[in-house]
């Protein structure tokens, strides 16, 4: 593909990921894409190809931008979990497109990447081996500890925003109970 070609590539890329976040596949519409691009539909044919392709695209390059973002510190997880609330506060896109890919029926697309993902299984065995140093608790098992831990991290996305206005006033604090939950919820056995 030349210079050009990946530009507008790229510019294609970009303006799906914010109609699709927006929207999802259903009802994002491709000629707003195009619009948003300054390309006509026909290029993005011609680049990425049909609504679906784009989606899955989209979806996909999500999927390994928000894995580059997502890392783990074993000896120190509560901080981790406050850097990624930390990043998908600041990109909420990521977290959207998962869920738009998940409403839509793209598991199969979400598992695909995930499991292409190197760095999941890194994170997996760093909490295996937080476990295994006495640092974290040991009765449940190591993935759950990650999902649990990004489910902590990015519960404020999930939330109505009526339910927002009533509850923390910002996101330091918000960041502060996070950080503080995962710790609670990984003290070691016993403590």
């Known amino acids: 593909m030349t210079t050009s070609g990946a530009r507008t590539k790229a510019r294609i890329l970009r303006a799906a990921t914010a109609e699709f976040a927006a929207c999802g596949l259903g009802g994002a519409r491709v000629d707003r894409i195009a619009s948003a691009a300054g390309v006509n539909k026909e290029r993005i044919y011609a680049h990425v190809g049909d609504k679906v392709a784009l989606f899955s695209a989209v979806v996909e390059a999500n ?15 509560p901080e ?51 476990q295994r140093a006495g640092v974290i608790r040991t009765d449940v098992p190591a993935i759950d500890i990650v999902v649990s831990i990004f489910a902590l991290a990015t519960g404020w ?22 950080v503080d939950a995962v710790r609670c919820f990984l003290a070691p056995d016993g403590q």
């Open 63 to 77: 999927m390994a931008d928000l894995a580059k973002h997502v890392q783990l510190d074993p000896l120190d997880l």
């Open 157 to 178: 996305l999930h939330a109505p925003a009526h339910m927002l206005a009533k509850s923390t006033p910002d996101d330091g604090a918000r960041r502060a109970f996070v």
């Open 80 to 130: 981790s979990a406050g850097r990624i609330f930390d990043h998908v506060t600041a990109v909420p896109t990521h977290v959207r497109m998962m869920d738009w890919a998940r409403l839509e029926g793209a598991d199969e697309l979400v598992s695909f990447v995930e499991r292409s993902d190197p760095n999941r299984l890194v994170r997996i065995e760093a909490v295996a081996q937080a």
